[in-house]
């Protein structure tokens, strides 16, 4: 069965420098969730879509944004990178946003040097 | 590549009653974790699994780990309404990788 599909796996920046995450949902699935996971912490909720449009916010920094586009995929942007920013970035999809479960993609590590 | 594979992924239970959630992973690994997410939530951490024979208990949850076996289980005891929620099993290998959730629901 398909599952949610991250690009890249890994990805290498310098401090400064722009990142762009994506994230392929599941087909029929039109909710999309962004996690950041840090060395040794849990996963923090980023922001979430819903029909392509933004659906709730969690702790996602100023220089970050996202957006879901009309095939359903997302793409989570990173600006001005920082070396706090290196962590596993997880999406996660679900069937709709009330009470299906999540589904979550590989996730995408980025360093940042 | 590590698969992490959980079951049931749904569970209906009634009140009072008591049921566990199997959780197998593919390769080596000695950190599992153990989360709950609650409808339009975030990820709640549950329990962090760290070694072979690790067991972990809080309130009507009891995880344990057997890294031999590759397996953990979260057992719930005497489950309430409260806990009706989808849990989550992550293990940490090379990357960390999500089982499907199971989503329990306790009914009256």
């Known amino acids: 069965a398909a599952g949610v599909i991250q690009s890249p796996r890994h990805l290498i920046k310098e401090k400064r420098e722009t990142a762009t995450l994506k994230c392929y949902p599941i087909p029929r699935h039109d909710t999309v969730y962004w996690y950041q996971q840090g060395p040794g912490q849990d996963p923090q909720f980023l922001i979430s879509f819903y029909e392509k449009m933004q659906s709730d916010k969690g702790s996602i920094p100023d220089r970050f944004s996202a957006q879901q586009f009309s095939d359903y995929h997302s793409e989570l942007n990173m600006s001005s990178l920082e070396l706090g920013d290196s962590a596993l970035y997880f999406c996660?999809?679900?069937?709709?946003?009330?009470?299906?479960?999540?589904?979550f993609g590989n996730g995408t590590r980025l360093t940042v040097t | 590549e590590l698969k992490v594979e959980q079951n049931p992924l749904f569970l209906s239970m009634q009140e009072g009653k008591n049921y566990t959630i199997y959780c197998n992973y593919s390769?080596?690994?000695?950190?599992l974790y153990w989360y709950r997410q609650d409808p339009g939530k975030s990820l709640e951490s549950l329990f962090v699994l760290l070694s072979n024979g690790a067991v972990k208990q809080e309130g009507r949850l009891m995880a344990s780990l057997d890294t031999k076996a590759r397996l953990s289980t979260l057992h719930i005891t005497a489950a309430v309404h409260d806990l009706s929620a989808t849990y989550f099993c992550a293990v940490d290998g090379d990357d960390m990788r999500f089982g499907a959730g199971t989503r329990l629901t306790v009914k009256p």
């Open positions: 390769t080596t690994s000695d950190r």
């Open positions: 996660a999809s679900s069937l709709d946003r009330n009470n299906s479960p999540l589904h």
